[in-house]
């Protein structure tokens, strides 16, 4: 999977985010081809359609010339195997080049898993990739064991141990709302590691953590969603327990008069922005960098979007317009 256009980016958008309040139903496979298409930033879609869904894909995307470049979806240790190959099988028929994998903090069995499976199981869908032609990127996410972050590059390390080349989606998002945030910091116990100074979050101190992983040269994905440090719960989304979404998501455009339910300020959004600036310069700088796109992920889930009475999609469209402007004003840097 060579870099290709000489280190150029491209820049799609997840599908479920190709829609606008919540109130509106989730608009037809070709309809949402047609708004990315009509919006002029977009280079690719990102999905995993469902199988039923899969012809209408191919169509839409040859009918708009918009590639399915990547896909994703999560799985859980013990009951994996299955669905990844099935997946990596849809991928390689929609011409997908990344599969975003996401492995559950915990087995099948309840048990949390260790470095070690988590190891063997990317060695296991790496095979299966350079079989299908996909390469699975294991991403950084809540309720994954790479919530844990200090494990991720230990995790990237006993592959590489292998002989293996470590692949991770970078989702900054999930790392940025947890800096400030006692709650969520108390999960994994990461705020003993940041009293610590052993796990730095914010990522204009040297060696956050974001930081870390794109030196490595791992990022071979990215999803952008914008957040904020101690990002706002999102009280109109609530999960079936009763609880409140956790809040991963801002606004990048400022929302209109009652269509977000805290006071919106730009300056807050510069530790997001910054960790792409961090990850595009490294990327310029690196010609062997693996990085190929990035795909913005407004969406309408709980923890996210639900409920919401900003446009995902247009919040999308904006995020992709400043990467653009961005990726274009690092282009010409002098370094």
């Excluded at 956050?208 to 989304?237: D, Q, S, Y």
Aim: hydrophobic share 35%; aromatic share 10%; proline share 4%.
């Amino acid at each position: 999977m060579d870099n290709f256009l000489n280190n150029d980016l491209k820049f799609g958008i997840q599908t479920n985010g190709i829609k606008h309040t919540h109130l509106d139903q989730m608009p037809s496979v070709n309809s949402r081809f047609q708004m990315a298409h009509d919006a002029m930033v977009f280079d690719y879609v990102d999905k995993t359609p469902e199988f039923s869904e899969i012809e209408e894909f191919k169509a839409s995307s040859l009918k708009y010339g918009l590639p399915i470049r990547a896909g994703g979806w999560f799985y859980q240790i013990g009951n994996h195997k299955d669905l990844l190959i099935k997946n990596l099988k849809i991928a390689r028929d929609l011409g997908s080049i990344v599969h975003n994998t996401q492995i559950q903090s915990h087995k099948e069995n309840g048990q949390l898993v260790t470095d070690e499976e988590v190891r063997d199981l990317y060695l296991e869908s790496y095979d299966i990739g350079l079989k299908y032609g996909v390469t699975p990127c294991f991403e950084i996410h809540v309720n994954m064991w790479s919530e844990d972050f200090l494990r991720v590059s230990h995790v990237g390390k006993l592959v590489e141990d292998k002989g293996v080349e470590f692949n991770i989606t970078l989702d900054h998002s999930h790392v940025i709302f947890k800096i400030n945030n006692p709650k969520e910091q108390n999960i994994f116990n990461i705020d003993k590691q940041i009293i610590s100074g052993e796990l730095i979050l914010d990522p204009f101190i040297t060696g956050n953590v974001v930081e870390e992983w794109i030196n490595f040269g791992w990022v071979k994905h990215c999803h952008a969603r914008a957040v904020i440090p101690n990002n706002p719960l999102n009280i109109n989304g609530k999960h079936p327990d009763g609880s409140i979404g956790r809040g991963i998501q801002y606004p990048f455009k400022k929302p209109k008069k009652d269509q977000y339910h805290v006071e919106w300020k730009e300056d807050l959004l510069e530790p997001w922005k910054e960790c792409i600036r961090i990850l595009m310069r490294y990327h310029k700088a690196d010609q062997k960098s693996k990085l190929g796109q990035i795909s913005t992920e407004f969406i309408p889930n709980t923890d996210y979007g639900e409920g919401c009475k900003y446009s995902l999609f247009e919040q999308a469209v904006e995020c992709t317009k400043w990467m653009r402007r961005t990726w274009e004003d690092i282009k010409n840097e002098n370094i």
